[in-house]
């Protein structure tokens, strides 16, 4: 009988193994596949951090190259060759990295080619600044070349990142779909072995009741979650022996397996954690980065200083959310950074300060103190203040700064990064503007306004006294004898006189006036809110220092020159585009010329059977 029971024993047994065998090779070879998995996924991650690692290095290459232009420091030159030899070694890297992978290392190699093209722009500009020669370091990194590859490189990078990402989260689906399977196999397998064994035990209770009720206690606490428990105790027989070993061995089997699966899991949900903090990050760049773009629209759009501060004034808030601060730019002698906009509460300083009085302008980059003490202190600001200050940088060229009260916190910094680079560019777009307008309305040689402004001018400043009631005058005038200057002495002489006498001109009138260059040596002045007598008195002190001026051209004496004036008042039977109301003024110029040169005529309308005319001023307002 035991030995029919052994013979079913061991037939039982034998089943029992091979099912034991088939669950064991399933499960180390799912965790095997497993491992593999999260092997290739960790692969994928250091090529993205090392090609991250590439950029970011050819990227503060490039800062120091600037840093060097700029700012003459030779250790930012030592910075270059530092981050170049990084940039080579991490491309160099990615290349080995992607060797299994034709597509990715394809992409890998050509991004190294950019990288070695923009690696020669930067090391041809080092070399011209330590030669000494950064004017034309300077007009290098002017011309845009660098920045266009950089942005080849960027976007051979992005694409490279793009497919590399897309490659590990199939992975990542990989080793999730295994560790399912894994799972299945612990969850199903394992019971079903030990009901298998239990009705073998139960079969056979009688003659085998204490070996196999130590293989049943064993396994029960093994389902019960201790993995350690072996079955150590004599067996009475060769047969359960090799039981108990086996149930050892797929013991140890399984408590390999589940200590895989829970480190397998493990990886898996820091590898979950982590993508979805990176999608985060992403989704939040693009939240900023269209923010940002739609405040590079507007600032762009923007025709005038003071719309250009409210645009900045209405974003900056978003972008730097709990920030305030201000912007300030360099004027136009580049001696002085003047306020253009302030926001959150700050009042930007109305006088500006001076650009060596920053030190991110000195630097050419960011310079903050985080905590009393913690760095030099601009002179701009108070001793005690927890600030930042941010550089404006244009074609290689600091054109301003961002003044920011407080910390910015490294979660900030891309955001603040983008927007100084959107904010350099309207300033420079603004300033551009502003220069086109300027010329097209302007007077070259003697800086006052042209003719066609004048007219537009006039134009607009009668409709306004018609609306409003409010006076309105002009002067005509000009340079008595203007010709003799230019026959005795040249015409640079004449136009030496005419410089001067406009200089004299801007100083004696307000800002709401329009001193104009009408033609030759004529001029024009456009008054609003004041009559022809009341306007009499400023054109009087004119009239006098320009007699006094002591004309001088290239260490030449010209001797003195005086002018003639003619004012006339708007009124309204007057044409609405001041054609009338010049020729009012020029006969009232006219009227001075012939009377003696030298002195004030006034043109007032005066009723006459219901038509308007124009008479000189009675004789005591003429000034000789």
Known sequence: MFSSLTARIATFGLLVMLALLALIWMLVDASMQTRDSFR???????????????????????????????????????????????????????????????????????????????????????????????????????????????????????????????????????????????????????????????????LFIWGIRRPAGLIRQAMTALGQGEREVRVTEPMGSREFEELADGYNAMADQLQTAIADQGRSERELK??????????????????????????????????????????????????LPGIPGGLYAHNNSRNLLIPIAGWGGYTPRADGF???????????????????????????????????????????????????????????????????????????????????????????????FNRRYMEEALAIEIARSRRSGIPLSLVMCDVDHFKRFNDEFGHDAGDSVLQSVASEMRSRFRDGDIVCRYGGEEFTIIAPGTTAQALSARVELLRKSISEIVLKQGGRALGSTSMSFGIATWAEPMARDGSTLLQAADAALYRAKRGGRNRIILDTPVADDGETTLVPAPAQASVR
């Open 40 to 202: 290739w996924v960790t692969h994928s991650a250091q090529v993205i951090e090392t090609m991250d690692d590439a950029f970011a290095a050819l990227r503060e290459a490039e800062s120091g190259q600037r840093g060097f232009v700029l700012t003459r420091n030779a250790s930012f030159a030592d910075s270059v060759d530092s981050r170049i030899g990084d940039t080579r070694r991490a491309v160099g890297q990615v290349v080995t990295l992607t060797a299994d992978n034709p597509a990715q290392n394809a992409r890998a190699r050509e991004i190294g080619t950019l990288v070695e093209r923009r690696i020669a722009m930067l090391r041809g500009t080092i070399d011209l600044a330590r030669r000494g020669d950064f004017d034309q370091a300077r007009a290098v990194i002017a011309s845009g070349g660098g920045r266009d590859l950089m942005a080849m490189v960027s976007l051979r990078i992005d694409s490279f990142l793009i497919e590399e990402r897309a490659l590990r989260t199939s992975r990542i689906e990989a080793a999730d779909h295994r560790l399912a399977w894994v799972r299945k196999l612990a969850l199903v397998g394992g019971p079903l072995l030990a009901l298998l064994i239990l009705s073998i035990s139960l």
């Open 270 to 319: 820091a590898a979950h954690t982590e993508l979805m903090q990176n999608s985060d990050t992403l989704r939040e760049r693009g939240e900023v980065i269209e923010l940002l773009g739609g405040m590079a629209h507007r600032m762009q759009a923007a025709r005038t200083d003071e719309e250009l501060a409210q645009v900045i004034g209405v974003f900056v808030p978003r972008v």
């Open 354 to 448: 001076a650009p060596d009085q920053c030190w991110a302008l000195r630097r050419g980059q960011s310079h903050f103190v985080a905590e009393p003490g913690g760095d030099i202190v601009c002179a701009h600001v108070d001793a005690d203040a927890i600030y930042h200050c941010e550089p404006l940088l244009a074609g290689g060229e600091v054109i301003g700064t961002l003044y920011l009260q407080g910390v910015v916190g490294e979660e900030h910094r891309f955001r603040l990064t983008v927007m100084a680079e959107n904010i350099s560019s309207a300033l420079v777009n603004h300033s551009l503007q502003r220069g086109l307008r300027e010329q097209t309305i302007r007077d070259p040689l003697t800086g006052l």
